[in-house]
């Protein structure tokens, strides 16, 4: 007799719209085919980064965020009902003009566009939680010294409200979602292993 295996995640988390937008296959193995994910070198000196970075923001002004004081709290876990999507931010700041989410990222890389997005669904997150509106968030690249403002527009939220509703498509009705169009995405992923049509 067929058994529906459907799995429904409880809960949808933040860092699932960064995957999604940089591959829609991590979803995938994440959540429909749940594979052995193993800690690489890579990910263990990423955590350590952030406590790194962590203990240097701390002593830092908020000039380089073109703010003149304010409140930063760090590792706020992050919960709405509305988009039932959850998510631990890195940082964000209190300030009389508002509030601002800010994301760490240990790259010498430019911001990219699963970043943007990362941000502005914390901003969503602040603003369910501090019953807000939320204009602006930050990228902090670290490996390159640099502060990127990200505009929360009304675009970019309907947007993140498009990905969790296919994220939720690939895991209800178990698609396995087109390999990415960039191959070199690829290159050092930790599920390519897993797909037999990226070379």
Do not use: W
């Not at 929360?152 to 939220?157: A, F, N, V």
């Amino acid at each position: 007799m067929y058994m529906n295996t459907k799995v429904i995640p409880v809960k949808l988390r933040v860092s699932d719209i960064k995957q999604y937008i940089y591959c829609p296959r991590v979803i995938y193995y994440q959540y429909v085919l749940p594979v052995e994910r193993k800690i690489t070198r890579k990910m263990e000196y990423g955590r350590e980064e952030h406590l790194e970075l962590d203990r240097l923001e701390k002593r830092r002004k908020l000039k380089r965020y073109g703010l003149a004081d304010g409140k930063r709290c760090f590792h706020t876990h992050l919960y709405s009902p509305r988009l039932d999507l959850e998510g631990k931010l890195d940082m964000h700041i209190i300030t009389d003009k508002g509030l601002f989410p800010v994301e760490f990222k240990h790259t010498g890389r430019r911001v990219s566009l699963n970043h943007k997005y990362q941000v502005a669904a914390y901003a969503m997150l602040l603003e369910d939680k501090y019953d807000t509106i939320v204009r602006f968030g930050f990228v902090y690249l670290h490996l390159r010294n640099e502060v990127i403002p990200v505009e929360i527009t009304p675009g970019m939220r309907q947007y993140v409200r498009q990905v969790l509703n296919k994220i939720n498509r690939i895991v209800t009705e178990q698609i396995m979602p087109e390999a990415p169009r960039r191959k070199n995405r690829c290159t050092d992923c930790e599920f390519r292993k897993f797909c037999g049509d990226v070379g």
